[in-house]
């Protein structure tokens, strides 16, 4: 009986990962709707059904937390930055400029966090990246047959993006930034498979090629500068005396590279398709800041701002002459969320995090050790142009608040280790 419980909980959280990504069930109640496909249909969906399922793994996340508590307990307590978030992500309703909006979707931030929590606590790392692989295995096998036999769910009909693939998703962008973080998962199962290898490199090419499909040049470009950052980190490993100076002479070219691209900016954003001003973003940020200025510290209160014209964020859509529905930038919107103190209360947990993560591939012989790292800059570059940093029901926090108390419980057990054995 046991044995099937395990079972029955690895799929409860493989199926769970499938629907934190945010398909199919939103594409399938859009009727296909999507940019350039019946728009409006997208404002009249019934959410009740998504919702519910969310709502049940609240509960099971809660449920299975309960039973192994003292676990969930320990876990929880690693890494405080989190349940410090969510703290205000509640108590906001008290300052928030809507908050009819702002208390049910706190609790469903709660409830996704829960589910992090839960899989932190019960799944190592390299059994958190099985699972991941799993997950997104499916995801690449749908998406290519409903693309393929469905045609009008699964690419983009008409409108600018017309002829991409969206695959189980109602965006092409969707798509391609997941497949960018299944291309990684895959990139580091192939790397710790000794046996049936082929699997996770039929999963990394079909993966590559969806993402080629999307057409998402920023999701592309972010893979690939994550799977380039491995040889920096494989560094880390090192001897010391070969460590540092080839950390110091990365640093020192990144940093005329960085120079170098700033430069010629324009030249290269124009070669991808791409205009200097990212699509509009950079000419509303202006805006942005100018609202944020105006409730530093707290912010209007979690996902109150971009709502209606009612909201505070129709001024920045009055400014630049375009609805966008959110800042395009990860951290102006947790600032708009949180304040300026939800803000340092995320960047110091990140900070942590990463810390962690560069003490774990020491100290860890497995490519699954790379994992926190790798997700962490993927989630960093993705967040400079798109926003998915604290946000409800998604599978980028979710991750995000697996990898930071798995990696708080890991560094906790090498420092009890150090202790014994001086």
């Known amino acids: 009986m046991n044995k099937y419980l395990q079972i029955a909980e690895r799929w409860f959280v493989i199926l769970s990962l499938i629907f934190y990504s ?9 009727g296909g709707a999507g940019q350039g496909i019946d728009e409006e249909t997208v404002v009249s969906i019934d959410y009740t059904l998504p919702q519910t399922i969310f709502f049940i793994n609240y509960l099971i996340s809660l449920f299975l937390l309960i039973i192994r508590w003292r676990k969930a307990t320990y876990t929880l307590s690693k ?48 059994e958190q990246i099985k699972l991941l692989g799993w997950s997104f295995g499916i995801i690449v096998v749908m998406s290519f047959l409903l693309a393929i036999i469905i045609p009008y769910y699964g690419t983009m009909a008409s409108g600018i993006h017309a002829g991409a693939w969206r695959g189980i998703y109602v965006h092409k962008n969707v798509l391609g930034k997941i497949m960018g973080l299944s291309g990684i998962v895959f990139v580091l199962l192939s790397l710790d498979t000794k046996q049936k290898r082929w ?29 380039g950052t491995i040889p920096l980190y494989n560094t880390l490993r090192w001897r010391y005396h070969f460590m540092i100076p080839t950390i110091i002479a990365t640093v020192i070219v990144g940093g005329g590279l960085s120079l170098w691209l700033n430069e010629n ?68 919107d947790l600032w708009l969320d949180f304040g300026l103190v939800g803000l340092i209360i995320f960047l110091l947990g990140f900070l942590q ?32 142009t798109e926003s998915s940093l604290v946000a409800r029901n998604d599978i980028f926090w979710l991750l995000y608040i697996t990898i930071s108390f798995s990696l708080a419980i890991n560094s906790s057990k090498t420092d009890e280790m150090s202790i014994q054995k001086s």
């Open 22 to 30: 945010s398909g199919p069930l939103p594409l399938i109640l859009s």
């Open 265 to 332: 900016s324009a030249m290269l954003l124009g070669s991808i398709g791409k205009d200097p001003t990212l699509t509009g973003r950079t000419e509303m940020w202006p805006f942005i800041m100018e609202m944020i200025w105006k409730q530093p510290w707290l912010g209007y209160g979690y996902s109150a701002f971009w709502n209606d014209w009612d909201s505070p964020g129709a001024y920045v859509w009055y400014a630049a002459r375009w609805t966008s529905p959110n800042s395009h930038n990860g951290f102006l």
């Open 353 to 384: 995090t990463s810390l962690r993560g560069l003490k774990y591939i020491r100290v860890d012989k497995y490519w699954a050790s790379f994992w926190g790292l790798l997700y962490l800059t993927y989630l960093m570059l993705g967040n400079l």
């Open 199 to 227: 699997y996770p490199l039929v999963g990394l090419g079909l993966s590559f090629c969806l993402l080629f499909l999307s057409k998402s040049s920023s999701a592309m470009i972010n893979f690939l500068t994550a799977i």
């Open 79 to 126: 890494e405080p930055t989190i349940w410090l978030l969510m703290v205000i992500a509640l108590i906001s309703v008290f300052w928030s400029f809507n908050p009819q909006l702002t208390r049910p979707r706190s609790i469903a931030l709660a409830g996704t966090s829960l589910f992090g929590l839960y899989v932190a606590s019960r799944f190592s790392i390299r």
